[in-house]
């Protein structure tokens, strides 16, 4: 819904503003309107790509003024023609309303509702301002202009019912009307950039979920990490929106299909707030149930009368709303699937200890970075590999990029390093962890960083006892009290060794360990055996870091089992693989050259 609204709040806002020149010049056609709109739109999106940053300072100002303009002239209004109309505010008149109306009362809420629409997208916001800010923003000033603006477009309806139609350009005093004009297609521009912005947002932190093809991901700003820009996102809105903007033509079909959009996003996000009160802000029940009364009366009415819009516009956005939703789910299914083999199919260690320190190969200088979704054990797709091909590098990294359910991971917390089997097998696990905000960055920097954290590792490894050996290599990945190695570590070098406790990673999470240090009460010197260890190692790993870097990627390719339901087979074989291809490729998201690039290719049935 928040993609159908990126969609619908460029189309009725630039449509909107456009308007204006019909209102003060009477024999231009609606087609004009509609093409000027467009050409706002097409040059609206196509500057998408050069982000906010150098123009963003004008945003402020221009709604600023835009906000003292139409406060302003609400108040001429209410001066002007009807002082009495401050009398609204009083719920009175909402009850006699809806008795004088009745249904059609009830049903005006649809249209009542696109006086507070901007605020679903007020998240996107969070990442440029501080929520206090927001907070005085909105309650010190837009809610005060917004009441007047709409009080004075009400008390000049009192005199002008036939402007009912177009109040807003026709209550604008004629010597400031162009300038007006100006400042209002402005304001629909920088409110059109919210939503769009609040669209890549939510897009971006999708896809961080694995909820989301994997699409091309832009930072904008060397400044604020939330302006951000994702192309292939950006050309749908457009096409999305001209088509709305061309096909509807009619301003209060685009408004119900709008108003639907913003009312589903509010309700939904009213949802998942219960769930963050009482799972995560360990709100009191009665708190939680307060502001869920509350907040459902209120939505809920808008909602249903918006139901009795559905067929007049309010289909669009259900039908954007779903298209996602399927495209969505069915990637959402198809990661799942995949994972759930590489996890169900990984390699025990006694196989790969039985092949022994050669790994049953000729081992050539060089270092192999295998990537896999996870994050303990060894990988099916690796004995695919060493089966099929007479050589292994020799040094191999498996390398493991996990996007976590928190804001952001500090860069000396990012990177988890361990030894897999014996030194002589020379095989480590770097493990990238990155926030659904972060962005795996296209830099050379990630291949820097992974090999200092590996010589970091052998550092650290030396000066404790007994940490030659990999926990998977003691028990099949089976830790135990006694298991004397798992050694994590971050870039910065801290090991967690302060209170006499390290942490190490087993098959499903991170576990505490009884030290060697208290277990034992010997550590390691950093004596000349130790030292000397070290260093040939170190010296060894350099040797093969120069020699050459190839990365290893496997492509598992997921198929429907031949007795498989037809839609499941639609979803599987039609629609997850079109969308596999058309999706980025992990080589150009991890910046693999293709020169260093060897692909591993399976097929798995589901």
């Avoid at 467009?38 to 906010?52: E, N, P, W």
């Avoid at 059609?104 to 998240?123: H, N, P, R």
């Avoid at 913003?262 to 963050?276: A, F, G, H, P, Q």
């Avoid at 209120?298 to 495209?327: M, N, R, T």
Wanted: glycine share 8%; proline share 3%; charged share 15%.
């Amino acid at each position: 819904m928040v993609v159908g609204d990126g969609i619908l709040t460029p189309a009725i806002s630039v449509l909107s503003a456009a308007g204006g020149i019909k209102v003060n010049k009477p024999h231009v056609s609606s087609d004009v309107v509609v093409l000027v709109a467009v050409a706002i739109l097409v040059g609206l999106f196509s500057l998408q790509r050069y982000g906010t940053d150098r123009v963003g300072w004008l945003f402020a100002p221009v709604v600023l003024l835009w906000f003292l303009l139409i406060g302003g002239i609400g108040m001429f209004n209410i001066w002007k023609y009807d002082r009495t109309i401050l009398r609204a505010f009083s719920p009175v008149y909402i009850y006699r309303y809806f008795k004088r109306r009745g249904m059609d009362g009830w049903t005006s809420l649809g249209g009542v509702l696109l006086s507070i629409t901007g605020t679903e997208a007020l998240f996107a916001d969070l990442a440029h301002f501080r929520v206090a800010a927001i907070q005085i923003a909105f309650t010190v000033f837009v809610f005060p202009c917004l009441l007047l603006a709409y009080s004075g477009q009400a008390a000049y309806l009192m005199s002008n019912m036939e402007h009912v139609h177009d109040v807003f350009y026709r209550s604008i005093p004629e010597s400031i009307y162009w300038p007006v004009f100006l400042v209002a297609t402005a304001a629909a521009i920088v409110a059109s950039q919210a939503t769009i912005s609040a669209t890549f947002s939510i897009i971006k932190q999708a896809l961080a979920h694995g909820c989301f093809p994997r699409v091309k991901v832009v930072h904008t700003s060397k400044n604020f990490l939330g302006q951000i820009y994702v192309p292939d996102i950006n050309w749908i809105l457009m096409v999305l929106c001209i088509a709305v903007t061309a096909g509807f033509k009619n301003q209060s079909q685009i408004g119900n299909a709008y108003g639907t959009a913003v009312v589903v996003v509010m309700l939904v996000t009213t949802l998942l707030m219960i769930l963050i009160m009482i799972l995560v802000w360990r709100c009191h029940w009665v708190i939680a149930l307060i502001f869920t009364g509350l907040s459902l009366i209120v939505e809920c009415s808008y909602f249903s009368a918006v139901l009795f819009k559905v067929d007049q516009g309010g289909w669009v956005p259900l039908v954007i709303a779903a298209a996602f939703l399927i495209i969505m789910y069915v990637w959402h299914y198809g990661t799942v699937k995949r994972y759930e083999f590489e996890l169900h199919s990984k390699v025990s260690m006694a196989w790969v200890l039985g092949l022994g320190p050669s790994l049953g190969l000729v081992r050539v200088p060089g270092i192999g970075l295998v990537y896999t979704e996870l994050a303990s054990g060894v990988p099916h797709i690796f004995s695919h590999f060493i089966t099929n091909l007479p050589a292994i590098h020799s040094v191999v990294v498996f390398v493991c990029v996990k996007y976590l359910p928190v804001y952001t991971v500090p860069e000396e917390e990012r990177y988890l390093v361990k030894r897999i089997g014996p030194k002589n097998f020379h095989m480590f696990r770097c493990v990238a962890r990155y926030g659904y905000k972060d962005l795996h960055k296209k830099d050379d920097d990630f291949e820097k960083k992974l090999f200092d954290s590996i010589f970091l590792f052998v550092r650290l490894e030396s000066m404790m006892e007994g940490c030659s050996d990999s926990d998977e290599y003691s028990l099949y990945g089976q830790q135990t009290e006694h298991s004397r190695d798992g050694l994590l570590i971050g870039t910065n070098g801290n090991a967690t060794t302060s209170n006499g406790d390290m942490t190490f990673s087993s098959v499903d999470s991170i576990v505490p360990v009884r030290s060697p240090v208290r277990s034992n009460n010997t550590v390691r010197s950093s004596g000349q055996a130790s030292n000397h260890t070290d260093s040939d190692e170190i010296e060894f790993l350099i040797r093969c870091r120069d020699a050459g870097v190839v990365h290893i990627l496997g492509n598992t390719v997921i198929r429907a089992r031949r007795e498989s339901k037809f839609y499941k087979k639609i979803a599987v074989d039609y629609i997850y693989a079109f969308l596999r291809k058309i999706c980025r490729e992990n080589s150009v998201i991890f910046n693999v050259p293709h020169e260093s690039l060897l692909n591993v290719g399976q097929i798995f049935y589901v």
